[in-house]
Each structure stands twice: as C-alpha cells, then as structure tokens.
C-alpha cells in the first residue's frame, strides 16, 4: 500500500514536469482516471516519452529499480502501461515487486 | 520586433520540448514557435526558398551537435587525426552560412557547442590541442564567436552554462535514443528563460533600476540598533564575506549601466553614515542614483524613486530579506519586479547573479556611464533650490544638444536607443541596426542622433528624430528621448533642428506632421507634444503638425550645434 502511495506520487511528479511542455488546455490532470496514450489519450508521441523517461528516472532514484514503460517488455503487455495514469501505476507496482 | 515574435528553430536534434516551453511561457513577449524540418540545418539556411522561412520569422535559434555539424569533430571523436586549420575551417563554412541566413532575420541566436561528460576523449590529456576533443570544441566555440560577434544581429548563447546549471542530468541517453532529444526538459527551460529574457531586453523591456533595501539585506544587522561599526560587512565571517560580494555583485551591475537605489526604514543620516564610514562597505552613496531613507511605506517610496529618475515601474527590481515588505510592494505595484529571495545571506551573490531581467540586449559606452550621468543628475536636481526660478536653473546648466545624422559610429547606439526607450518614444518602432540602416539608405528618410552635455557632464547620445518626406509634406516616424534628459525642454531643441533642417533642404516640405502611437508605457511623450508649440489636430488629438514656413523656437537656455 505504501508503495503504491509512493508510486502515485512519482507519477504525479512526472505529470508536473511533463505538464510544462503542453497548452494549458491539454494539460493532464492529476488523476488515476487521466488517459494518457491511445484514442482518447491526452500525449503524442513525444509526449509518451517525456513522461515514460521521467517517470522511469524518478523510479530508478527512489527505489533503486530500473523499468521500462515503453520497451518490448512494456508494449507486450496486455494493457499498454502509458495508456492512463492508473496503467502506469499498476505496471510499475508490479514491475517494483517482482524486482 | 512584432508584438508576438515568431521564432524559428533549426537543429539537428529533435528540439519539440524547447518549442513547447518557449510558446507555452506564459512571460512576455508570447511567441510563436515553428521548427524547421529535422536534422536540414544547412539546407535550411541554405534554402531561403524552403518552408522554414514561408512564415517570415522574426528570429530564429540554432542549435547543433558538435559531431553533426562540424564533420571534422566527428573524425576527432573517432581518435581519427584533424588538423586544427581543417577544424576551424569548417566552423567558418557553418558561420558563413548563418550569416547569409541572418539576411533574412531581425535576430539569429545560435547556441556553442557542448558534448556530455561521458564523451571524456583522452581523458586527463583531453585539452591537448593535439588528438583532445575538450581543446577541439573550445577552439570551434572561439572561432566561432570570433567571426560572428561582428555581425549586427547574431547573437551566441553558451548552451554549456545550460548544461551546467542542470548538473550530471543534463544530457540523456533515454530520451535521446527513444526521440533524438540530446537534453532533459531541465535544459531546455534554461534555454528558454534565458531566450526569452534576450528577447525582452532587445523589445527595450530589460530591467534598468534595482531598489534595495538596507538592514539585513546590504548589510548584517539594524544600523539604528547597533551603529554602523557593528555592521556585518566584510570581516572573516562567512556571512560578512558574502555581504560583499552581494555589494560586489550589485557595483558590477551598476558598471554597466543598472542603476542602484535604496528604500530602506532607517534615520537617513544614520543610513548615509554607515555607506560612507565602513570601512569594508563595497558601496558608497554615491553609488546610489537615488535614496528613500525614512519611516514611509516602501512602495510609495520607490514609485517615488522611479518618478524621480524617469523610470517607468516596469524598470523596476525590489530586492529586501524582510518578506513583508516583499509582499506589500509586490501587492502594491504589481510591475515592480520583487524576486523570492533566499534567507541565508550567503545566497544572496548567487541569488542576484541568477535574475535574467538585467540581461542586456547589447552594452554600449552609454550604458557604462550610465550610472555616472545619473549621479550628475542628483547633484543637478539638489543645484536647482538655489536658482530661483526653472528658467534660471535651466540656464545654469549651459544646456548643449549636438546633432548628428546616423553613422556607422553610431548606429549601435541609436539602434539600442530606439528598442530600449519605452516613455519619450513617439512610436515605439523597433528596429535591428540592419534594418535601420537600410532604412535611412532611402532618399526619403532622414534621422538624426542628438547628444546632450550641460556643466554636470556627458549624458551621450540620447535623443532621435527620424523623419520621411512624401508629396509635399514631411512625417516624423521616430521622436525619441531618454528619462535622462528629459525635463529639460531638449525635445523641443531636437524639433527646432529638425524644422530648421526641413526648410533648408531643396525641396522644403509645407507641413511637418507627427502621429503619436499609444502604449502602456509612453503617456510622457503626448504630455510632450502636448505643450510644445506643435498644433494640435481638432479632428484627431493624437496628430500634431508645424508649418515649416514658421521657425520652431529652439529653448533659450540650449546651445544646439550639429556635428
């Protein structure tokens, strides 16, 4: 629980850095419910990435483990993690506990 | 510059993240921000035909890999062996094309070059100009400054203060191998502020008067309280060492043209006493272009400071540890600028060293002496209880205005004076020096530079009328006068040429006009046409005319010669 808690706040962070290199129009809100990626998603491309690298640092700094949300691992999965904010988390739990 | 810049950017990496920072800075000027296609730098400053330049840009910011850019570099990284000429060489080729490429623009920004810390070369031997990559792209970065700092409208920016700034994550490798981006977004945002603060000094909206207050900012401790022997100022504490290098930091700026100010809630005398006797005190009074040293509010203080140097509030930073006092003023003139600023005093150098709102679009002699000329003014304005009456101090400061037609010696000048003079500026017209040269090139266009000196000193160039002649009747398009000079009628001396020149020329036109072009900022210069001898249109009441049979009565009190 409490490192879905930590996890939640990784990923808002992110959202926060990210956040600054979109309109304020289409600037993705704080929530579990935010679709990021995909038909109703809120980031291109290029957005995926900025958000998936800073993510995955801040991942990396806090919790020692190195994921990676958009590799062939994270794209075979059955849900794509980038594809909203509560994907990202339930990938990203999963991938901290198995590590 | 147009209200809204659009800017474009040519790099051979994906630069999208400084795109969107740049057109979502919320920070005057907006821009609007294309990019030019992906890894085409050459073709796009090749191809003035391309794409890229259908949009007509205002400016536009190029930044390029080492390796990419200059092929010689890339051999350098592959240990193979490059002759330095070759290298530099092929930075000059880079720095030719930019220049035919600035043709096309008001300003072209181009960043240094800069690899990550992991592109280590010979390691410890690295800045060997034999084989080092760390010597090589220092040399590249110094030719091509070299070349291009002779190019009016080029400007260089160091990418590697950028980098630096950000520290050890400044480049990386996941973003880079996922989009072709070489830098955090980190990196980007210094990129951006810094292009923005650029572009804001070259619109003449750089910041030009820094009021700081006193007790625990200038100095450790209440003067009052302690007297001024006890200040913390110098010494061998750490925190007495950092107040002087904060004074150090502020003289610097003051060296180039920044003008200092103090409102500080002391007795003035006690104040005064204190800048004048410590014996570490970096700044003296006479530093200081103006002073508010009493028990009144801070912010109707420094509205007054301003109004009394002819600034305008947006002129204005506020720098006080006590952030109350931050607060009021920053709620009661919201132009101010009053920066957050850090409670330990040893972070008050960096603290200063890092506001980009005194960047300089450029830095002239004028700017040097500025602070100088303000300084005459103070002891002009305490002269003037000991005339009698306005006329009489006017006539005691043997008032001297010398006009002159533009010139490559001046051109700088006039072209900063023009983009930075925001209350004595009939039009606002914003120019490069390119571009105004090229328009006084026309038969019909004339402008004149006037320099203005009284018995206190040299206050340079400082005024400009530019006028355009068409069928029968002349226009002034610029009326400019800096806040230095103005409430000495120099303005109607600089009419009174322009007239004379007009009615002395072979064809003399019957009438001169001139249209005043609103902003926030120049209500000073309507006061001016206002009350001068022009006449006022009853249909319009911002157009004003002079029929150049009649003479314009030059001031009695100013000895105009033209150079």
Redesign the interface.
Known sequence: MQTTHQITEIVFEAID?VN?????DRRIPKSEDAMLFGPSGLLDS?GV??L???V??KVEKKFGVSVSL?GDEAMGEEVFPMESVQSLIGYLAKSIKKD | MSAAPKILLISDF?I??LA??I??DESEPSCSVTIAPFGQVDQTLIDHRSASWMETPDAAFVWTQPHVEIPSFARLVANQPVEQEVLVGEVEQFARLLIAASGRLKHLFVATWAVPPWVRGLGPLDMRSSGGIGAALLLMNHSLVQVLEKEAGIHVLDARRWIEVCGG?SF?P??WY??K?PFN?AVF?QAAVELKAFLRALAGGARKLIVTDLDDTLWGGVVGDVGWENLSVGGHSAEGEARVDFQRALKALSNRGILLAIASKNQESVALEALERHPEMVLRSADFAGWRINWQDKAANIASLAQELNLGLQSVVFIDDNPAERGRVREALPEVFVPDWPESPLLYPSALGSLTCFDPGSISQEDRDRAGSYQQERQRRSSSPLVGSMDEWLLSLELRVVAEELSAANLQRVTQLLNKTNQMNMSTRRLSEKELSQWVESEVNRLWAFRVMDSFGDSGLTGIVSVTTAGGAAGIVDLVLSCRVMGRNVEDAMLHFVVSQLRGSPNPPALLKARYVPTAKNAPCLEFLSRSQLLRSEGDPHDFSWACEDEYKCPAHVSLTCH
């Open positions: 850095e600054q290199l979109l309109p304020r290029m990435v900025n998936s690298v800073a995955e640092e958009i | 994906n999208a993240n969107a920072l057109s979502n994550g990386s996941k973003l996922n989009s981006t977004t945002m």
